[in-house]
């Protein structure tokens, strides 16, 4: 797993390095491309506000600080196993592993990437000392940790009495809020939803309507307590974290065994049975919730690298179908089909260079032309009606130039999603082709 965590950084830090060369590759672009055209391509890639912060997350991102709290048995422990994807957290079917507060770390070698405090419901929760209740301990250890996101973890099985955590968290966010200057966001993570009855259906795409609609149900009875007793919560998810795992020759780990295995095979366990429901939308809400960008990113790096170059790909995908869109709005017939051309092979280098490639502008080229782009029939006589539609401005000023816009932008978007479905997901041609055919319509 880390080896494939650090090859999708290595693609990540590859198309970094094309981004900033991307203005002195424009430079080079021939003589033919007017100075103000070169300039409005630099501005328009450089100075995309979200693309310039998706790249220096690559670097500037810090491992979230995740404050979990929850009764005993609610799976905190499997939860991060299954946030991180990657056992990092001892685990028992049987007994509380969380004896008292303690900071987990995800490692990606010697890197953290995520940091979760771990805590018992304040129900549970004892002083380890006279002078200081238990609940000021736990609110004094979580101003400390500066959590980034609290978890509010509950059991969807069993329909605690929890209007003690409830009023605990609303006092822990005030704490915080007077601290810190700033809202502590809450999100509410239901687990044990593969307990639910029937409990025979294990696999999330197996789950039953009956299933579901008792998870809803759960799910509206705990936020029913929550609204009553006035806690702001940023969102409210039922999940399961349910993880079984092998060893790297395919043994089977049971749980309760797994801290008497060697080291080195806990370090490589692997997953057996993956029963996760709904944890890549909990990352969705947390992200969301993460008010801070770099511990955002971090986020995404420690659970979600591949997404990340995925997210990259797309919104230069959507950059340069705008770029497209603005070039085709020129008046001058004809005078776009080699700038658009340009443009496209600039996207796919650089979405290939998001799949560890280093591809030169001819080679783009090559693949434009291969998928039937601009050389192909189809596509020419979608460029030949473009420039046609320019024609219109001398009757209907402004008309043709929307047409031929649209038309750019499809054509370019088609490029783009073609060349993602080659570089970074490795279909093979034939499927690219039907994937970029498909997306001109």
Known sequence: MNNDKMKIEQRMQNMKRFYITAGDLIDKLPNAIPEKTRSMLKDTILGDKELKKLMEGIDCHRPPHIFLIGRTGVGKSSLINALCGSYVAPVSDTKSCTKNAQVYQCMDGDRTLMEILDTRGIAESESLNTVISAEDMLINQVNEFSPDVAIFMLNCTHRD??????????????????????????VVVINKCDEMTPTRFKDPSSYPKNKVAKINEVVCYYKGIIVKNGLKIDNIIAISSLVEWMTSDGTYVDAENIDNLPKHDVENLQISFDGRYNIEELLDIL?????????????RMAAR????????AKHLNN?????SATVALTP???SDIYLLLIIQSILVCLIASLSGREISLDAAKEFILGMGGIASAGYTF??????ATKLLNTIWPGSGSVVSSGIAALGTSAIGKAAIAYYIDGKNMDEVKQIFESSKK
């Open 382 to 387: 979608r460029l030949v009606a473009q420039q």
């Open 305 to 312: 690298l591949s997404d990340v170059v995925k997210r990259i």
């Open 287 to 299: 992200e969301n919730a993460i008010p801070d960008f770099e511990a955002q990113m971090g986020l």
């Open 161 to 186: 009495d929890v209007n003690s955590d409830v009023l605990f968290l609303k006092k822990l966010a005030k704490s915080y809020a007077e601290i810190n200057g700033m809202r502590l966001p809450i």
């Open 332 to 334: 001058i017939p004809v």
């Open 319 to 323: 950059i340069f179908s705008g770029i």
